[in-house]
């Protein structure tokens, strides 16, 4: 069974930066892609950032700029680095890994992330 589990997230002052990360296991993850998504208190889940197997990216509009993603096959873990945090950027986070466009997780606990103005 897939698992996933989030960490990283905190409180932090507009401006600031935050480094997320998502460990997989119980999945070839080298060969996965990997997603963040974000849920904010009464919005739908939104997709933030991609990174697939080759390494090519690709994020929301509202993050470009100021958040990357990365992956470390050898720890089974991607990471997303957000920088210059505004307060709409507070949500719960997620990441979620695919296979062939294919789920392979239920969502886990995520993190949260709260940006003061």
């Known amino acids: 069974q897939v698992q996933l589990v989030e960490s990283g997230g905190g409180l932090v002052q507009a401006g600031g930066s935050l480094r997320l990360s998502c460990v997989v296991s119980?999945?070839?993850?080298?060969?996965?892609?990997m997603t963040w998504h974000r849920q904010a208190p009464g919005k739908q889940r939104e997709l933030v950032a991609y990174?697939?197997?080759?390494?090519?990216?690709n994020y929301a509009d509202s993050v470009k700029g100021r958040f990357t993603i990365s992956r470390d096959n050898a720890k089974n873990t991607v990471y997303l680095q957000m920088n210059s945090l505004k307060p709409e950027d507070a949500a719960v986070y997620y990441c979620?890994?695919?296979?062939?466009?294919?789920?392979?997780?239920?969502w886990g606990q995520g993190t949260q992330v709260t940006v003061s103005s």
């Open positions: 979620n890994t695919w296979q062939f466009g294919l789920q392979l997780s239920d």
């Open positions: 990174i697939g197997r080759g390494g090519t990216t």
């Open positions: 119980g999945s070839t993850f080298s060969i996965n892609d």
